[in-house]
């Protein structure tokens, strides 16, 4: 049997892994292991350490050694880890799991991207990654409603079975992934420092991508807050009413599907966009999703009805994965050189995980104090300086001319 094409097989892995529903995992932790909001971004906060650690080392790994090799690691190590959480519900293996895990997803984060971009050309990976968005999509709709339905009859089986997926993707991709845009060279003692040194060197004299590292941290610690507290909302604060006599977990399903049923359908804007986008438009189109997740997710944490919670959470999931394509695309066109692209990509990484690590806690220490609306809110406050940065990128037609001090200093 012939291999599938490197485009194929980026497709079958983003749906793959969108089958497994993260909403079950965090509904474990907040139903059957019992954790409190502290506990809750504690648990993320331990896994974006452990992704601050290792994410630079991780990607350099991608570009000496080859990013199917990282892959292939990646998807066996989070799937072991996501089996380990189900099979022990205690607050201590949530905490080593996600660790754990935290560590997997960095041999993932830039090798991906790299791998994809190098297999089909920077110029057309925009395309690419809106429809791997799709299929994601499809697959996460399907995935969502099974994956609920298996946690009603154990929430455990349900954990478990996320992470035999995940690993099940790693064992396919050692005889069905082509590798033919990466070329290994050759290298000595030290190799990985001076390629972590050369990825360093490139961002900081590339004004485009300090920006875009610097609004990762900002997006980090955004997202640390809202993906620890939303179902608790759901459940402690806005209440959700009987669902034809069935679990709590169906609402889930109907909020997930909604949600991705909605990017579905808008995500087709974002094709032509993303393909023939220069640096402004990009930057332009990320100002309006980063100033619509700060009023949905202030809203969210607002809401006291049902049906305005649902709307501002649909909001604040679509414009976060519509986001998420339109800056890869503008961050891999601005990467020239492609033996550190996934290091490069890997330092975005690493500012996401301190912002992560930076504003969890605070938040979640606010959540503790004065309660998860608060909390919710505080985060959405926190993007706000993501929006300064795009800001100024429009209003130069790119972020060139307002880092050129940032640039001289470095060099």
């Known amino acids: 049997m012939s291999r599938p094409t490197a485009y194929h097989f980026y497709l079958f892995a983003e749906a793959a892994l969108a089958l497994p529903s993260f909403i079950v995992v965090a509904i474990y932790f907040?139903?059957?292991?019992?954790?409190?909001?502290?506990?809750?971004?504690?648990?993320?906060?331990?896994?974006?350490?452990?992704?601050?650690?290792?994410?630079?080392p991780t990607g350099v790994v991608a570009d000496l050694y080859g990013r199917?090799?990282?892959?292939?690691?990646?998807?066996?190590?989070?799937?072991?880890?996501?089996?380990?959480?189900?099979?022990?519900?205690?607050?201590?293996?949530?905490?080593?799991?996600w660790a754990l895990w935290g560590f997997g997803v960095t041999f993932m984060s830039g090798a991906f991207e790299a791998w994809i971009t190098d297999e089909v050309g920077a110029g057309n990976v925009g395309r690419v990654f809106v429809r791997g968005l799709q299929a994601s999509y499809i697959a996460g709709i399907a995935g969502l409603v099974l994956w609920i339905g298996l946690a009603t009859v154990s929430l455990q089986g349900a954990v478990i079975a996320d992470g035999a997926v995940t690993l099940a993707v790693g064992l396919l991709a050692i005889p069905l992934m082509r590798e033919t845009g990466f070329h290994r060279r050759a290298h000595g003692r030290g190799a990985g420092l001076e390629t972590a040194r050369r990825g360093v060197r490139l961002v900081r004299?590339?004004?485009?991508?300090?920006?875009?590292?610097?609004?990762?941290?900002?997006?980090?610690?955004?997202?640390?807050?809202?993906?620890?507290?939303w179902e608790a909302h759901f459940l402690r604060d806005v209440g959700l009413p009987a669902f034809f006599g069935l679990s709590d977990?169906?609402?889930?399903?109907?909020?997930?599907?909604?949600?991705?049923?909605?990017?579905?359908?808008?995500?087709?804007?974002?094709?032509?966009?993303?393909t023939h986008g220069s640096d402004r438009s990009m930057a332009k189109l990320l100002f309006v999703l980063a100033a619509l997740q700060i009023a949905t997710a202030i809203v969210f944490g607002l809401a006291a009805g049902l049906a305005?919670?649902?709307?501002?959470?649909?909001?604040?999931?679509?414009t976060r994965s519509l986001s998420n394509p339109v800056y890869m695309?503008?961050?891999?066109?601005?990467?020239?050189?492609?033996?550190?692209?996934?290091?490069?990509?890997?330092?975005?990484?690493?500012?996401?995980?301190?912002?992560?690590?930076?504003?969890?806690?605070?938040?979640?220490?606010?959540g503790n104090a004065f309660g998860i609306p608060a909390a919710l809110v505080a985060g959405g406050l926190v993007l706000t300086p993501a929006l300064a940065l795009y800001a100024r990128a429009i209003g130069h037609g790119g972020p060139e001319p307002e880092f050129v001090g940032v640039d001289s200093a470095a060099s």
């Open 308 to 318: 305005v919670a649902v709307i501002a959470y649909w909001g604040a999931r679509l």
């Open 329 to 366: 695309t503008w961050l891999n066109q601005s990467i020239d050189d492609s033996s550190v692209r996934a290091t490069v990509i890997s330092l975005s990484g690493q500012s996401d995980a301190i912002g992560q690590v930076a504003g969890g806690p605070g938040i979640g220490a606010i």
């Open 68 to 97: 199917k090799l990282s892959l292939v690691i990646a998807w066996i190590v989070m799937g072991a880890s996501t089996i380990l959480v189900g099979a022990v519900p205690e607050f201590w293996a949530a905490l080593a799991g």
């Open 30 to 56: 907040v139903q059957q292991v019992g954790l409190s909001p502290l506990q809750l971004v504690l648990v993320g906060t331990v896994m974006e350490i452990s992704v601050f650690v290792f994410e630079v």
């Open 249 to 274: 977990l169906w609402w889930f399903a109907v909020l997930g599907v909604g949600a991705m049923l909605l990017g579905l359908l808008v995500s087709n804007v974002l094709v032509k966009r993303v």
């Open 205 to 229: 004299g590339r004004p485009v991508l300090l920006l875009l590292v610097a609004a990762a941290f900002f997006a980090g610690a955004y997202t640390e807050g809202f993906d620890r507290l």
